[in-house]
């Protein structure tokens, strides 16, 4: 769907964004994922053409982005304007430009407040609907468009759990039964994890491993220690010092309730604070002064009983952690 190349994005003396390469898939929910500040809603306005970058080249669909078609690539943003008027007229919006006849207005908007899951909502003034609706609203104006892809930025801000599933749920079925792509850059890696099929991550502007999980800034002191910034300090396996980005598999990390006695070096008491599980692997929270993600098999849950609040043991190697 897209490829970059060589994409600088500058403020002044501060550089935000930097990508060397990168190719997002068609056929893809795409996560962009990493901290406040890591430049994922600048990557997202430069992916729907609306913010040039300084330097570099953005392919869509193997064209330029500027070439791209009216209503082709639409961006929602974290909080999207809704017109003072109906749910229906906000929809109504964007066909009347394309001057699309009253009767199949009609239909497109019916049809779209169904996949949405607003239907009975077409008289209600957008300003009054719910965080959630307003963004499923914002995916009907987009659909009726007909575009290639949809870009959200932060679409679960403010969003309360049903919120957010009920949205999950419209974006899968959007995708699949509409084949429309979408990106959505937030820092809520539970909702990406649970409805993304690829990802990716930034930090300070710069593309990381396709993780989600456990990503981390801080600093390599002389003795080779890793400090994150939160003050949680762990042993590499590095000869680079300073400034420094790291990562650890959450499948190499090993979940204990008694310490054991092993070659591990990194070894930290936590608790455990959220778990979610998947058909055939245990996501589980330890919060260790910093909150690192586990990957367990429900075997493994099973055997050990874990639950939340928890006092648990959280054991990786030095090798465990990639350094970059
Ligand atoms: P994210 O969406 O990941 O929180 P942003 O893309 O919004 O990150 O911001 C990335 C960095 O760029 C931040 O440090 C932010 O302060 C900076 N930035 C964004 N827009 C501007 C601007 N118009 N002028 C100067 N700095 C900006
Ligand atoms: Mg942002």
Redesign the pocket.
């Known amino acids: 769907m897209y490829e970059l190349k060589n994409i600088l994005k500058t403020?002044g003396t501060?550089t935000?964004l930097s990508i060397d390469k990168l190719i997002i898939k068609d056929k893809n929910i795409t996560a962009i994922s990493?901290?406040?500040?890591?430049?994922?809603?600048?990557?997202l306005e430069i992916l729907a053409g609306i913010q040039k970058p300084t330097e570099g080249q953005i392919q869509f669909k193997n064209k330029n982005i500027v070439k791209r078609k009216p209503g082709q690539v639409i961006i929602i943003l974290q909080n999207p304007i809704m017109f003072n008027t109906s749910v229906y007229s906000n929809i109504a919006f964007g066909l009347k430009v394309k001057k699309t006849d009253k009767k199949t207005i009609k239909q497109k908007i019916e049809a779209v407040l169904v996949l949405v899951n607003l239907n009975g909502f077409a008289k209600q003034n957008a300003r009054t609907l719910s965080g959630g609706e307003k963004q499923r609203l914002a995916i009907a104006r987009a659909l009726v468009l007909e575009p290639d892809i949809i870009l959200m930025d932060e679409p679960t801000s403010g969003l309360d759990v049903q919120a957010k599933e009920q949205l999950k749920k419209t974006i899968k079925t959007i995708h699949k039964d509409k084949k429309i792509d979408f990106i959505i850059?937030s820092h809520d890696t539970e909702f990406l994890f649970q409805t993304a099929t690829d990802a990716f991550s930034?930090l300070n502007?710069q593309q990381a491993p396709v993780s989600v999980e456990n990503l981390f800034s801080g600093v390599i002191n002389a003795n080779g220690n890793f400090i994150i910034d939160s003050g949680v300090e762990m042993t590499l396996s590095t000869f680079k010092r300073g400034k420094a980005n790291i990562l650890i598999f959450p499948e190499n990390i090993v979940l204990s309730k008694h310490l054991l006695k092993s070659s591990m070096t990194n070894v930290f008491k936590g608790e455990v604070i959220k778990l979610i599980k998947f058909d055939n692997e245990i996501k589980v929270w330890v919060d260790i002064g910093i909150e690192l993600c586990c990957k367990i098999t429900p075997i493994s849950l099973k055997k050990m009983q874990i639950t939340i609040a928890d006092n648990i043991f959280v054991e990786f190697k030095a090798t465990a952690i990639k350094v970059y």
């Open positions: 403020y501060k935000v990493g901290p406040n500040g890591s430049g994922k809603s600048t990557l850059a930034l502007g």
